[in-house]
């Protein structure tokens, strides 16, 4: 089956499209591609297009009732991850993590209005620029 390339994608089942399309374009630098609100919309940061399946879309739809969220989640890396958790404060997003630093880099978790959970994660050779 021949696929698009350009775009790698993701679906999110939302509670609230409108809602999700205001979180992703606003504070996370996502660009609005489609909207078909209240069903649907999707919206596109480099490479990655999050599809945003509200109730009734067809994504919903064919979704089991007794499927339960696990820990996976879109993965953003960001420059100066400081920066952007002081930014994501300022306007009001919570936290669902404390900041953590490993052996690859820095890393902390948002979720959308849905509970649908955003990793934002700071590479170790940024932290380094960041701190110069």
């Given at each position: 089956?021949?696929?698009?390339?350009?775009?790698?994608n993701v679906?999110?089942?939302?509670?609230?499209?409108?809602a999700a399309?205001?979180?992703?374009?606003?504070?996370l630098?996502?660009?609005l591609?489609?909207?078909?609100?209240?069903?649907?919309?999707?919206?596109?940061r480099?490479?990655l297009?999050?599809?945003?399946?509200?109730p009734?879309?067809?994504?919903?739809?064919?979704?089991?009732?007794d499927?339960?969220?696990?820990?996976?989640?879109?993965?953003?890396?960001?420059d100066?991850l400081?920066?952007?958790?002081?930014?994501l404060?300022?306007?009001?997003?919570?936290?669902?993590?404390?900041?953590?630093a490993g052996p690859?880099?820095?890393?902390?978790?948002?979720?959308?209005p849905?509970?649908?959970l955003v990793?934002?994660?700071?590479?170790?050779?940024a932290?380094?620029?960041?701190?110069?």
């Amino acid at each position: 089956m021949p696929t698009s390339t350009e775009y790698a994608n993701v679906r999110y089942l939302v509670d609230d499209v409108r809602a999700a399309i205001d979180f992703y374009t606003n504070h996370l630098g996502f660009t609005l591609h489609t909207n078909a609100a209240p069903a649907f919309a999707d919206v596109t940061r480099g490479p990655l297009r999050l599809l945003l399946s509200g109730p009734t879309s067809s994504g919903a739809r064919a979704t089991p009732a007794d499927t339960t969220r696990g820990g996976n989640r879109i993965h953003l890396p960001v420059d100066d991850l400081d920066a952007e958790i002081a930014r994501l404060h300022d306007a009001g997003i919570a936290f669902d993590s404390d900041k953590v630093a490993g052996p690859g880099g820095s890393q902390i978790l948002i979720t959308d209005p849905a509970g649908n959970l955003v990793e934002l994660f700071q590479p170790a050779h940024a932290e380094t620029q960041a701190e110069r």
